[in-house]
């Protein structure tokens, strides 16, 4: 099997496959990922053609992409490489976060940076994209490159306490928040946080699902190899 995706439900699900051979690949954006059970490969494959290689020189049973459900690149190339091979494909994306009231939905990180210029803004979008926005402070697990010096910079890693977020959006006086819509319970601290200071949310929308098989859970995920998947 190869699991795609360096996410908690990946690690779990790489620990919960172990009857089976599990390759996990990372991407290799972080420095220090948190590193699955199992083999690991961490860099890219090179495209659709180099993960079409891949698939075909391993023998690859399943895959299973457990990325960012913002590694939407990823994904289609996966989508692409399992349908040349013929290779059992299933996506698995945990759910976003349920919506409140004020929350503000925006389709990319560049409208959400527009959108609270002028404002000391909580910037939890990630390293990248970060050069359009103007004032506050971002959060992120390495340093952004380029570095955007209108920024303040906090370098941490959840999992994150209501408790610390409140204190950190207080300390940097944020105004309002950015943030994906990531789900899961990791980093959603910051939205608890927001609602108690009264902090109003920018939430980036998710790309479009891939038309493959999709579940959220890893429990999911497992039932459907176990059921086959068309694979081995």
Known sequence: MLVLGGTGEARELAA???SARVVSSLAGRV???RLPAGEVRIGGFGGVDGLVAYLRAERVDAVIDATHPFADRITANALAATTATGT???VLRRPGWPPEDDWRYVD????AAALVAGRRAFITTGRQELGAFTSGVARTVDPPDPPNPRLDLVLDRGPYTVDGEVALMREH???VLVTKDSGGPMTAAKLTAARHLGVPVVV???PPPPPAPLVETVAEAVAWLTRGSGAG
């Open 31 to 33: 420095a220090h990922p």
């Open 204 to 206: 980036v929308r998710r």
């Open 173 to 175: 006086r944020v105004e």
């Open 16 to 18: 919960a496959l172990t």
């Open 108 to 111: 990319s990180v560049a409208e």
């Open 88 to 90: 059992p494909f299933l």
